[in-house]
């Protein structure tokens, strides 16, 4: 059972326009969400995360909307650069517990 | 200078081999994990180790056994490979149990031919 779903498997966007990446999650129980980026052959690396008390959460160019009634969770880039161009996983976990579900990814292309 | 480290980064066998993949962290973390990422991409957590003592043992075979040695280590042997084992292993670390980042290794590459 994917618990965990992000259901474009990849995105291309144009350098400076906005990424918009979506997660979906079935467990009502998940309260602490996180993105995380990947190049090819190398481990994953945290990006941003969210807790369900909040409904956003900004860094940088990257922010996180967090909608509990509709178990969505979205990573926004603006603007998008050339070195965004990754893997991006979102993850979620429940009771303060460090066992991440992950999704199965979404694969972003910022075109120059 | 490198966090969360595995050996080796690429690994071919025949099945029925037993083989061992390596990890290693320079954090000071005290937790640890293994994570495997299938042919669909799906990453899961295999295991957990905090302190040296396994924490959380997902619904792996038997074949897979992690090993820690020390707080900067957590080794992983699988028995009698299997063609479906082939995936990319993860290794992680992190400071805490909570929601501590996980810092993640650059992976190993496992091909059971």
């Known amino acids: 059972d994917q618990q965990v779903k992000q259901n474009s498997p990849s995105l291309s966007v144009q350098e400076g326009r906005i990424s918009i990446l979506n997660c979906d999650y079935t467990?009502?129980?998940?309260?602490?969400f996180l993105w995380y980026k990947k190049y090819p052959a190398e481990g994953p690396t945290f990006l941003i995360s969210?807790?369900?008390?909040?409904d956003k959460n900004e860094d940088g160019r990257f922010t996180v909307f967090l909608n509990k009634s509709a178990k969505h969770l979205s990573l926004h880039i603006v603007p998008s650069q050339p070195g965004d161009s990754a893997v991006y996983f979102c993850?979620?976990?429940?009771?303060?517990?460090?066992?991440?579900?992950f999704g199965t990814g979404t694969r972003l292309k910022v075109l120059a | 200078d490198t966090a969360v480290s595995q050996t080796p980064k690429y690994l071919v066998t025949q099945m029925g081999n037993d083989k061992s993949i390596k990890c290693e962290q320079n954090?000071?973390?005290?937790?640890m994990y293994w994570y495997k990422q299938d042919s669909k991409k799906f990453l899961k957590i295999m295991f957990s180790y905090n302190n040296k003592e396994l924490i959380i043992n997902e619904t792996v075979p038997n074949r897979f056994s992690p090993k820690s040695p020390d707080k900067a280590h957590l080794n992983l042997h699988i028995n009698s490979l299997e063609l479906g084992d082939s995936a990319v292993y993860f290794c992680?670390?992190?400071?805490?149990?909570?929601?501590?980042?996980?810092?993640f290794g650059p992976g190993t590459r496992l091909l059971v031919l």
């Open positions: 467990n009502s129980m998940f309260d602490y």
């Open positions: 969210i807790s369900s008390i909040k």
């Open positions: 993850a979620a976990s429940s009771d303060g517990t460090y066992k991440y579900i």
């Open positions: 992680a670390s992190s400071s805490g149990t909570g929601w501590e980042t996980q810092y």
């Open positions: 954090l000071g973390h005290d937790t």
